[in-house]
């Protein structure tokens, strides 16, 4: 007992010490370690255009991973964000392509998806069921009305929308700063608000919560609203940036998401993890995903390390969890 109390006192009157040991101390050091290899294999690695290019590519999943993050903070989640953003994607440039104008299209398809997360939190919380079963449900839901409504066919912009997902401001592609931009947000509401902290106790202790006076039913239904406002802006950046759309666009995005948020130390038991660690997953699984194009391993075996990222981090966090207690 003495010696536990000994190295708390001892991280208490060492921040460094303990910031190395975090979680976030541990992703910056595999973020380098992995750079410095990729850049030793290929030295055009930490070009400011690759740098720029990698930040491009995960700017969709960044904005994903947010909402996912603040999700299972508290205690919920939400696997139908990847094709919810792809049904935004689609029924913008369906309106587009027939003749709506590009503001009012922006402004249906982000209303269709704030009123869509806004379903999926009303039926989570009042049917007291299990997020991952009614988000999986709902994500094919999405997915087939996305083939409905392109009869399972691409559609391409044809040049139209390209400023959102492509234009700069100087030599940064704005798609970085929307990203940066929401991870802000997140940041602030989650650490600098009631609600935000509202949201904390809810994960850590949902009864807790409850009996302290906080409408919990009310408090999850609006972030999954926020939640899928987000997401909507997420669908619009990745159609601008692909110039074209499928029913199944976003459909890796989710798995992604929760593999970033994991990585970062979000964990499913609610009321604990850093924005700051999920934006790190985020920028690992970049680092990684195009190291891995720089070498040349093919998109099989890409998808296998995903998989195994996710099993590795949620083993790696539920050890840690267990030394704790």
């Given at each position: 007992?003495?010696?536990?109390?000994?190295?708390?006192k001892s991280?208490?009157s060492?921040?460094f010490?303990?910031?190395?040991?975090?979680?976030?101390?541990?992703?910056?050091?595999v973020?380098?370690?992995v750079?410095?290899?990729a850049?030793?294999l290929n030295p055009?690695?930490l070009?400011?255009?690759?740098?720029f290019?990698?930040?491009?590519?995960?700017?969709?999943?960044?904005i994903?991973?947010?909402?996912?993050?603040?999700?299972?903070?508290s205690?919920?989640?939400?696997i139908?964000?990847?094709?919810m953003?792809?049904?935004?994607g689609?029924?913008?440039?369906?309106?587009?392509?027939?003749?709506?104008?590009?503001?009012?299209?922006?402004?249906?398809?982000m209303?269709?998806?704030?009123?869509?997360?806004?379903?999926?939190g009303?039926?989570?919380?009042?049917?007291?069921?299990?997020?991952?079963?009614?988000?999986?449900?709902m994500?094919?839901?999405f997915?087939?009305i996305?083939?409905?409504?392109?009869?399972?066919?691409?559609?391409?912009?044809?040049?139209?929308?390209?400023?959102l997902?492509?234009?700069?401001?100087?030599?940064?592609?704005?798609?970085?700063?929307?990203?940066?931009?929401?991870?802000?947000?997140a940041y602030?509401?989650?650490?600098y608000?009631?609600?935000?902290?509202r949201i904390?106790?809810?994960?850590?202790n949902?009864?807790?919560?409850?009996?302290?006076?906080?409408?919990?039913?009310?408090?999850?239904?609006?972030l999954?609203?926020?939640?899928?406002?987000?997401t909507?802006?997420?669908?619009?950046v990745?159609?601008s940036?692909?110039?074209?759309?499928?029913a199944d666009?976003?459909?890796?995005?989710a798995?992604q998401?929760?593999?970033?948020?994991?990585?970062?130390g979000?964990?499913?038991?609610?009321?604990r993890g850093?924005?700051?660690?999920?934006?790190l997953?985020?920028?690992?699984?970049?680092?990684m995903?195009?190291?891995?194009?720089?070498?040349?391993v093919?998109s099989?075996?890409?998808?296998?390390?995903?998989?195994?990222?996710?099993?590795?981090?949620?083993?790696?966090?539920n050890?840690g969890?267990l030394?704790k207690?």
């Open positions: 007992m003495s010696d536990k109390k000994t190295r708390m991280s208490a060492n921040p010490h303990s910031w190395f040991r975090s979680q976030t101390g541990y992703l910056i050091l973020i380098i370690a750079s410095v290899i850049t030793i055009r690695f070009s400011a255009r690759n740098i290019n990698i930040m491009q590519q995960i700017s969709v999943l960044g994903l991973t947010m909402c996912m993050a603040l999700l299972m903070i205690g919920n989640l939400d139908s964000i990847g094709n953003a792809g049904l935004v689609m029924m913008f440039t369906r309106m587009v392509l027939t003749g709506r104008s590009q503001g009012l299209a922006v402004i249906t398809v209303i269709l998806s704030t009123v869509l997360g806004l379903i999926n009303l039926i989570i919380s009042k049917s007291k069921t299990t997020p991952l079963i009614i988000t999986l449900g994500s094919y839901v997915y087939g996305s083939l409905i409504i392109s009869n399972g066919r691409p559609h391409s912009l044809g040049g139209q929308f390209e400023f997902g492509r234009a700069k401001i100087g030599p940064v592609p704005i798609t970085i700063l929307i990203y940066i931009f929401i991870f802000a947000l602030l509401l989650r650490k608000t009631t609600y935000g902290r904390n106790a809810i994960g850590g949902k009864e807790a919560a409850f009996l302290s006076g906080i409408n919990v039913d009310r408090h999850i239904i609006a999954y609203g926020i939640s899928g406002m987000t909507g802006l997420a669908g619009l990745l159609t940036r692909l110039g074209m759309v499928r666009s976003g459909s890796n995005y798995l998401a929760l593999a970033a948020a994991i990585i970062g979000i964990t499913f038991e609610g009321g850093s924005l700051v660690g999920a934006f997953g985020v920028l690992l699984l970049g680092i995903y195009n190291a891995m194009n720089i070498i040349g093919s099989y075996l890409q998808t296998i390390f995903l998989g195994s990222v996710i099993v590795i981090a949620t083993v790696i966090s050890i969890n030394k207690q």
